[in-house]
Protein backbone atom coordinates (compact mmCIF):
# COMPACT_ATOMS: atom_id res chain seq x y z
CA UNK A 1 0.00 0.00 0.00
CA UNK A 2 1.29 3.47 -0.83
CA UNK A 3 1.38 6.52 1.26
CA UNK A 4 -1.58 7.93 -0.23
CA UNK A 5 -3.98 5.07 0.22
CA UNK A 6 -2.91 5.19 3.86
CA UNK A 7 -4.27 8.76 3.89
CA UNK A 8 -7.70 8.10 4.42
CA UNK A 9 -10.13 10.15 6.50
CA UNK A 10 -11.02 8.41 9.19
CA UNK A 11 -13.03 9.21 12.62
CA UNK A 12 -12.69 8.07 15.74
CA UNK A 13 -16.64 8.26 16.65
CA UNK A 14 -16.43 6.88 20.75
CA UNK A 15 -18.08 9.35 23.30
CA UNK A 16 -17.81 7.24 26.31
CA UNK A 17 -14.68 6.24 27.81
CA UNK A 18 -14.29 2.66 29.07
CA UNK A 19 -14.19 2.29 33.13
CA UNK A 20 -12.34 -0.64 34.49
CA UNK A 21 -12.30 -1.78 38.39
CA UNK A 22 -8.89 -3.93 38.62
CA UNK A 23 -10.25 -5.57 41.87
CA UNK A 24 -12.39 -7.47 39.16
CA UNK A 25 -10.77 -10.36 37.38
CA UNK A 26 -13.02 -9.62 33.99
CA UNK A 27 -11.87 -6.12 34.30
CA UNK A 28 -8.38 -7.03 34.11
CA UNK A 29 -8.80 -9.32 31.91
CA UNK A 30 -10.24 -6.42 29.46
CA UNK A 31 -7.39 -4.50 29.99
CA UNK A 32 -4.69 -7.13 29.30
CA UNK A 33 -6.42 -7.45 25.76
CA UNK A 34 -6.16 -3.15 25.22
CA UNK A 35 -2.50 -3.68 25.67
CA UNK A 36 -1.77 -7.09 23.62
CA UNK A 37 -3.90 -4.79 21.02
CA UNK A 38 -0.92 -1.93 21.23
CA UNK A 39 -4.59 0.65 22.37
CA UNK A 40 -2.84 2.13 24.43
CA UNK A 41 -0.35 5.12 23.97
CA UNK A 42 -0.65 6.80 27.55
CA UNK A 43 -0.80 5.11 31.28
CA UNK A 44 -1.46 8.58 33.69
CA UNK A 45 -1.22 7.63 37.10
CA UNK A 46 -0.99 9.71 40.41
CA UNK A 47 -3.44 7.85 41.99
CA UNK A 48 -0.85 8.56 45.44
CA UNK A 49 -1.31 12.28 44.68
CA UNK A 50 -5.04 12.00 44.32
CA UNK A 51 -5.11 10.18 47.89
CA UNK A 52 -2.78 13.00 48.95
CA UNK A 53 -4.84 16.19 48.59
CA UNK A 54 -8.14 13.48 49.85
CA UNK A 55 -6.35 13.34 52.93
CA UNK A 56 -5.52 17.69 52.73
CA UNK A 57 -9.18 18.36 52.35
CA UNK A 58 -10.43 16.05 54.56
CA UNK A 59 -7.94 16.92 57.38
CA UNK A 60 -7.22 21.05 56.47
CA UNK A 61 -6.00 21.54 60.17
CA UNK A 62 -3.52 19.03 59.48
CA UNK A 63 -2.58 20.26 56.07
CA UNK A 64 0.44 22.41 57.66
CA UNK A 65 1.89 20.86 60.00
CA UNK A 66 5.47 19.05 59.45
CA UNK A 67 4.25 15.55 59.76
CA UNK A 68 1.95 15.97 57.76
CA UNK A 69 3.80 13.61 54.61
CA UNK A 70 3.88 10.99 57.83
CA UNK A 71 -0.12 11.27 58.26
CA UNK A 72 -0.67 10.55 54.47
CA UNK A 73 1.77 8.14 54.35
CA UNK A 74 0.07 6.30 57.43
CA UNK A 75 -3.14 6.71 55.09
CA UNK A 76 -2.09 5.38 52.20
CA UNK A 77 -0.42 2.33 53.90
CA UNK A 78 -3.88 1.70 55.33
CA UNK A 79 -5.58 1.51 52.40
CA UNK A 80 -2.60 -1.06 50.70
CA UNK A 81 -3.60 -3.52 53.31
CA UNK A 82 -6.50 -4.51 51.95
CA UNK A 83 -5.88 -4.10 48.03
CA UNK A 84 -2.61 -2.84 46.17
CA UNK A 85 -3.19 0.88 44.86
CA UNK A 86 -3.13 -0.39 41.08
CA UNK A 87 -6.55 -2.59 42.37
CA UNK A 88 -8.03 0.28 43.39
CA UNK A 89 -10.05 3.26 42.62
CA UNK A 90 -11.18 3.22 38.77
CA UNK A 91 -9.05 2.86 35.76
CA UNK A 92 -10.78 5.40 32.65
CA UNK A 93 -9.85 4.14 29.12
CA UNK A 94 -9.82 6.97 26.69
CA UNK A 95 -10.16 5.24 23.36
CA UNK A 96 -9.66 8.59 21.14
CA UNK A 97 -6.44 9.55 22.96
CA UNK A 98 -5.59 5.68 23.28
CA UNK A 99 -4.72 7.09 27.32
CA UNK A 100 -5.33 5.33 30.67
CA UNK A 101 -5.97 7.53 33.64
CA UNK A 102 -6.13 5.92 37.30
CA UNK A 103 -8.77 8.24 38.98
CA UNK A 104 -10.42 8.41 42.48
CA UNK A 105 -13.57 6.17 42.92
CA UNK A 106 -17.02 8.36 42.37
CA UNK A 107 -17.72 10.18 45.75
CA UNK A 108 -13.92 10.53 46.45
CA UNK A 109 -13.46 11.76 42.95
CA UNK A 110 -15.88 14.50 43.10
CA UNK A 111 -15.29 15.10 46.53
CA UNK A 112 -11.69 16.83 45.54
CA UNK A 113 -13.09 18.05 42.25
CA UNK A 114 -15.21 19.99 44.01
CA UNK A 115 -13.17 21.18 47.68
CA UNK A 116 -12.12 24.63 45.38
CA UNK A 117 -15.53 25.56 44.52
CA UNK A 118 -16.23 25.79 48.03
CA UNK A 119 -17.85 28.47 49.85
CA UNK A 120 -18.79 30.09 46.53
CA UNK A 121 -20.80 27.48 46.00
CA UNK A 122 -21.33 25.80 49.68
CA UNK A 123 -21.75 21.45 50.00
CA UNK A 124 -25.39 21.69 49.48
CA UNK A 125 -25.30 23.72 46.79
CA UNK A 126 -22.83 21.73 44.93
CA UNK A 127 -24.91 18.92 45.97
CA UNK A 128 -28.36 20.48 44.06
CA UNK A 129 -26.02 21.34 41.45
CA UNK A 130 -23.99 18.20 40.47
CA UNK A 131 -27.05 15.94 40.62
CA UNK A 132 -29.39 18.36 38.45
CA UNK A 133 -30.16 17.22 34.51
CA UNK A 134 -29.28 20.33 31.22
CA UNK A 135 -30.16 19.95 28.10
CA UNK A 136 -28.50 22.19 25.75
CA UNK A 137 -29.43 22.45 22.31
CA UNK A 138 -26.51 23.88 19.85
CA UNK A 139 -23.24 23.31 20.01
CA UNK A 140 -21.10 26.35 19.39
CA UNK A 141 -21.68 29.01 22.18
CA UNK A 142 -23.47 25.70 23.86
CA UNK A 143 -19.98 24.17 23.64
CA UNK A 144 -18.68 26.55 26.19
CA UNK A 145 -21.92 26.38 28.13
CA UNK A 146 -21.53 22.39 28.67
CA UNK A 147 -17.84 22.69 29.62
CA UNK A 148 -18.55 25.94 32.25
CA UNK A 149 -21.17 22.95 33.41
CA UNK A 150 -18.81 20.78 34.02
CA UNK A 151 -15.88 22.42 35.24
CA UNK A 152 -18.14 23.77 38.15
CA UNK A 153 -19.72 20.56 39.21
CA UNK A 154 -22.59 21.03 37.89
CA UNK A 155 -25.05 18.91 35.47
CA UNK A 156 -23.76 15.29 36.07
CA UNK A 157 -26.97 14.18 33.07
CA UNK A 158 -26.10 16.67 30.11
CA UNK A 159 -27.95 16.22 27.16
CA UNK A 160 -26.39 17.55 24.07
CA UNK A 161 -28.27 18.12 20.96
CA UNK A 162 -26.24 19.16 17.34
CA UNK A 163 -26.58 17.62 14.07
CA UNK A 164 -23.50 19.28 12.63
CA UNK A 165 -20.05 18.65 12.53
CA UNK A 166 -17.22 20.81 13.17
CA UNK A 167 -15.59 22.90 10.36
CA UNK A 168 -12.90 24.79 9.78
CA UNK A 169 -14.63 28.52 9.95
CA UNK A 170 -16.23 27.00 13.53
CA UNK A 171 -12.22 26.87 15.14
CA UNK A 172 -12.61 30.62 16.09
CA UNK A 173 -14.95 30.06 18.92
CA UNK A 174 -15.28 26.04 19.68
CA UNK A 175 -12.78 25.16 21.97
CA UNK A 176 -11.52 22.26 20.20
CA UNK A 177 -8.36 21.35 17.75
CA UNK A 178 -7.76 20.72 14.57
CA UNK A 179 -7.84 16.36 15.01
CA UNK A 180 -11.48 17.45 15.49
CA UNK A 181 -12.25 18.60 12.04
CA UNK A 182 -14.86 16.46 10.25
CA UNK A 183 -16.19 14.86 13.91
CA UNK A 184 -19.75 15.70 15.26
CA UNK A 185 -19.32 18.43 17.66
CA UNK A 186 -22.17 16.50 20.04
CA UNK A 187 -19.02 14.00 19.82
CA UNK A 188 -16.77 16.60 20.45
CA UNK A 189 -18.55 17.97 23.50
CA UNK A 190 -19.08 14.50 25.19
CA UNK A 191 -15.62 13.60 25.09
CA UNK A 192 -14.53 17.20 26.55
CA UNK A 193 -17.21 16.18 29.40
CA UNK A 194 -16.23 12.88 30.08
CA UNK A 195 -12.18 14.45 30.40
CA UNK A 196 -13.44 16.74 32.86
CA UNK A 197 -15.76 14.12 34.94
CA UNK A 198 -15.52 9.94 34.09
CA UNK A 199 -18.81 9.51 36.06
CA UNK A 200 -20.60 11.99 33.95
CA UNK A 201 -23.78 11.10 32.06
CA UNK A 202 -24.15 12.59 28.50
CA UNK A 203 -26.68 11.86 26.03
CA UNK A 204 -26.24 12.44 22.15
CA UNK A 205 -28.96 13.64 20.03
CA UNK A 206 -26.90 13.82 17.02
CA UNK A 207 -29.28 14.28 14.60
CA UNK A 208 -30.39 17.52 16.57
CA UNK A 209 -33.46 19.07 18.04
CA UNK A 210 -36.25 17.54 16.29
CA UNK A 211 -40.33 17.68 16.71
CA UNK A 212 -40.19 13.76 16.84
CA UNK A 213 -37.52 13.80 19.97
CA UNK A 214 -37.95 16.73 22.07
CA UNK A 215 -40.23 14.86 23.97
CA UNK A 216 -37.54 12.51 24.96
CA UNK A 217 -35.12 15.13 24.80
CA UNK A 218 -37.31 17.10 27.84
CA UNK A 219 -38.74 14.16 29.51
CA UNK A 220 -36.09 11.00 29.97
CA UNK A 221 -34.55 11.93 32.20
CA UNK A 222 -36.60 15.43 33.19
CA UNK A 223 -34.80 18.06 32.48
CA UNK A 224 -34.12 20.50 35.20
CA UNK A 225 -33.17 23.48 32.85
CA UNK A 226 -33.18 23.87 28.69
CA UNK A 227 -30.60 25.98 27.38
CA UNK A 228 -31.52 27.19 23.87
CA UNK A 229 -28.42 28.23 21.37
CA UNK A 230 -30.24 26.75 18.02
CA UNK A 231 -29.76 28.98 15.03
CA UNK A 232 -33.27 27.74 13.64
CA UNK A 233 -35.53 30.20 14.75
CA UNK A 234 -38.57 28.35 14.60
CA UNK A 235 -37.33 25.37 16.86
CA UNK A 236 -36.78 27.85 19.02
CA UNK A 237 -40.03 28.45 19.04
CA UNK A 238 -40.85 24.96 19.48
CA UNK A 239 -38.50 24.18 22.55
CA UNK A 240 -40.24 27.75 24.57
CA UNK A 241 -43.76 26.01 23.63
CA UNK A 242 -42.17 22.58 25.26
CA UNK A 243 -40.61 24.56 27.98
CA UNK A 244 -44.02 26.56 29.06
CA UNK A 245 -45.77 22.72 28.79
CA UNK A 246 -43.49 21.56 30.69
CA UNK A 247 -43.05 23.86 33.36
CA UNK A 248 -39.15 24.31 32.90
CA UNK A 249 -36.68 27.27 32.99
CA UNK A 250 -35.46 27.83 29.75
CA UNK A 251 -32.18 30.15 29.24
CA UNK A 252 -30.76 31.96 25.97
CA UNK A 253 -27.21 33.14 25.38
CA UNK A 254 -26.46 35.65 22.37
CA UNK A 255 -23.61 36.80 21.02
CA UNK A 256 -23.20 40.39 20.09
CA UNK A 257 -19.58 41.41 19.03
CA UNK A 258 -17.65 40.82 22.21
CA UNK A 259 -20.33 40.98 24.53
CA UNK A 260 -23.25 38.53 25.50
CA UNK A 261 -27.07 38.81 25.72
CA UNK A 262 -28.44 36.78 28.29
CA UNK A 263 -32.52 35.78 28.62
CA UNK A 264 -33.95 33.72 30.98
CA UNK A 265 -37.39 32.89 30.61
CA UNK A 266 -38.88 31.21 34.15
CA UNK A 267 -41.52 28.74 32.80
CA UNK A 268 -41.59 27.16 35.56
CA UNK A 269 -42.70 30.17 37.91
CA UNK A 270 -45.10 32.36 35.65
CA UNK A 271 -46.32 32.69 32.60
CA UNK A 272 -43.34 34.28 30.78
CA UNK A 273 -43.65 35.83 26.88
CA UNK A 274 -41.60 34.02 24.41
CA UNK A 275 -38.33 36.05 23.76
CA UNK A 276 -39.64 38.54 26.06
CA UNK A 277 -42.67 39.40 23.64
CA UNK A 278 -39.93 40.91 20.89
CA UNK A 279 -41.34 39.24 18.24
CA UNK A 280 -45.00 38.80 19.51
CA UNK A 281 -47.00 35.17 18.88
CA UNK A 282 -45.46 33.02 15.87
CA UNK A 283 -45.56 29.51 15.14
CA UNK A 284 -42.70 27.45 15.05
CA UNK A 285 -43.67 26.03 11.70
CA UNK A 286 -43.94 28.92 9.61
CA UNK A 287 -40.47 29.71 10.27
CA UNK A 288 -38.33 26.23 10.24
CA UNK A 289 -37.24 26.88 6.98
CA UNK A 290 -35.91 30.67 6.70
CA UNK A 291 -33.07 31.53 4.96
CA UNK A 292 -29.86 33.02 6.79
CA UNK A 293 -30.77 36.37 5.83
CA UNK A 294 -33.96 36.53 7.38
CA UNK A 295 -32.71 33.91 10.90
CA UNK A 296 -30.61 37.26 10.89
CA UNK A 297 -33.52 39.77 10.50
CA UNK A 298 -35.01 38.20 13.65
CA UNK A 299 -32.29 37.38 15.71
CA UNK A 300 -32.01 41.02 15.45
CA UNK A 301 -35.30 41.94 16.51
CA UNK A 302 -34.93 39.35 19.28
CA UNK A 303 -31.88 40.76 20.31
CA UNK A 304 -32.89 44.52 19.90
CA UNK A 305 -31.76 46.96 17.13
CA UNK A 306 -30.86 48.98 19.89
CA UNK A 307 -28.26 46.38 21.77
CA UNK A 308 -26.91 45.16 18.40
CA UNK A 309 -23.33 46.19 18.17
CA UNK A 310 -22.77 48.55 14.59
CA UNK A 311 -20.17 46.24 12.96
CA UNK A 312 -22.99 43.30 13.51
CA UNK A 313 -25.69 45.41 11.95
CA UNK A 314 -23.46 46.50 9.16
CA UNK A 315 -22.82 42.65 8.65
CA UNK A 316 -25.89 41.39 8.10
CA UNK A 317 -26.09 43.88 5.37
CA UNK A 318 -23.13 41.77 3.80
CA UNK A 319 -24.61 38.52 4.01
CA UNK A 320 -24.35 37.21 0.44
CA UNK A 321 -22.27 39.36 -0.70
CA UNK A 322 -19.26 40.45 0.81
CA UNK A 323 -19.88 37.51 3.73
CA UNK A 324 -21.40 34.13 4.20
CA UNK A 325 -22.94 34.50 7.81
CA UNK A 326 -23.11 36.55 10.62
CA UNK A 327 -19.90 37.48 12.80
CA UNK A 328 -19.15 35.60 16.06
CA UNK A 329 -15.89 35.67 18.51
CA UNK A 330 -14.46 33.05 20.49
CA UNK A 331 -14.82 35.50 23.32
CA UNK A 332 -18.10 36.16 23.41
CA UNK A 333 -19.22 32.13 23.12
CA UNK A 334 -16.43 31.77 26.23
CA UNK A 335 -18.30 34.75 27.95
CA UNK A 336 -21.51 33.64 27.80
CA UNK A 337 -21.12 30.15 28.89
CA UNK A 338 -19.77 31.53 32.33
CA UNK A 339 -23.03 33.64 32.58
CA UNK A 340 -25.36 30.79 31.22
CA UNK A 341 -23.70 28.31 33.98
CA UNK A 342 -23.96 31.03 36.65
CA UNK A 343 -27.27 31.27 35.82
CA UNK A 344 -28.40 27.62 35.40
CA UNK A 345 -26.22 27.29 38.94
CA UNK A 346 -28.55 30.38 40.61
CA UNK A 347 -31.89 28.85 39.29
CA UNK A 348 -31.47 25.30 40.73
CA UNK A 349 -30.29 26.50 44.10
CA UNK A 350 -33.26 29.19 44.10
CA UNK A 351 -30.20 32.25 44.75
CA UNK A 352 -31.92 35.42 43.79
CA UNK A 353 -31.94 36.07 40.01
CA UNK A 354 -33.85 38.08 37.49
CA UNK A 355 -36.42 36.66 35.05
CA UNK A 356 -35.87 38.42 31.88
CA UNK A 357 -32.57 40.12 30.02
CA UNK A 358 -29.26 40.66 31.00
CA UNK A 359 -26.58 42.22 29.08
CA UNK A 360 -23.09 40.68 29.47
CA UNK A 361 -20.83 43.25 28.33
CA UNK A 362 -17.42 44.08 28.30
CA UNK A 363 -17.26 46.59 26.31
CA UNK A 364 -19.63 48.86 29.01
CA UNK A 365 -16.65 47.74 31.42
CA UNK A 366 -14.02 48.50 29.63
CA UNK A 367 -14.49 51.03 26.96
CA UNK A 368 -14.03 54.53 27.22
CA UNK A 369 -17.45 57.27 27.87
CA UNK A 370 -17.05 58.57 24.49
CA UNK A 371 -16.26 55.77 22.38
CA UNK A 372 -19.62 54.16 23.87
CA UNK A 373 -21.66 57.02 22.89
CA UNK A 374 -20.06 56.68 19.09
CA UNK A 375 -21.20 53.48 18.78
CA UNK A 376 -24.73 53.91 20.22
CA UNK A 377 -24.48 56.93 17.14
CA UNK A 378 -23.39 54.43 14.66
CA UNK A 379 -26.23 51.66 15.89
CA UNK A 380 -28.87 55.04 15.76
CA UNK A 381 -27.50 55.67 12.23
CA UNK A 382 -27.78 52.15 10.70
CA UNK A 383 -31.18 51.49 12.63
CA UNK A 384 -32.82 54.39 10.81
CA UNK A 385 -31.92 53.60 7.54
Excluded at 126 to 138: L, M, P, R, V
Excluded at 243 to 256: G, S
Excluded at 274 to 301: C, N, P, V, W
Aim: hydrophobic share 40%.
Amino acid sequence: MNLSEKLTHTINTDTTPLLLNLSKKEDQKQLEQLFEKSLIAQVVDTYEDQLTELVEIRNPEKAFLENFTEIVQQFIQERSESLPLWQQGNWAYYSWSQTLVHILEDDEFQECRFNRNHNFITREEQKIFYNSTIGIAGLSVGNSVALNLAIEGGAKTIKLADFDELSITNLNRIRTGVHSLGTAKTTICARQIYELNPYAQVIIFDKGMQEETIDEFYDSPKLDIVIDELDNLGMKVLMREKAKEKKIPLIMATDNGDDGIVDIERHDLEDTEFFGGRIGQISYKDLLHLSKFEIGKYASQIIGPENVHSKMLGSLDQLGKTLVSWPQLGGAALLNGAAVAYTARKILTNAPLINGRAMVSLDAILTPKCALEEELKKRQELISK
